[in-house]
């Protein structure tokens, strides 16, 4: 079983940066392919981004091509979404999640394992 921690979401203005961090326990978090999701009010969970066990494949969202950027530390046993020029339409409880192949998916039903979410708000 595999259990994710999130952290790092909070208030920011608009064209401001935040780094979200997911800390991973139990698995082999090294096999794992991850993604990060976010979840606005009243709308479904959507994709973001994705990396492979390596971190040598990433994936983005078309939202989010340019201006987030998804790493990982195999040593740390944690993923990193980092976030630039935020908009107010970015604002959404984020996820990460895992699944137990070693490349990312855009698709949540391929996902095995999430986190609990951390908040991130965008004032305009």
């Known amino acids: 079983q595999v259990h994710l921690v999130e952290s790092g979401g909070g208030l920011v203005q608009a064209g401001g940066s935040l780094r979200l961090s997911c800390a991973a326990s139990g698995g082999t978090f090294s096999r794992y392919g991850l993604g990060w999701f976010r979840q606005a009010p009243g709308k479904e969970r959507e994709f973001v981004a994705a990396i492979s066990w390596s971190g040598g494949s990433t994936y983005y969202a078309d939202s989010a091509k340019g201006r987030f950027t998804i790493s990982r530390d195999n040593a740390k046993n944690s993923v990193y979404l980092q976030m630039s020029s935020l908009k107010p339409e970015d604002a959404a409880v984020y996820y990460c999640?895992?699944?137990?192949?070693?490349?990312?998916?855009?698709?949540?039903?391929?996902?095995?394992?999430w986190g609990q979410g951390t908040q991130v708000t965008v004032s305009s």
């Open positions: 999640a895992a699944r137990t192949h070693y490349d990312g998916s855009y698709y949540r039903t391929d996902y095995d394992y």
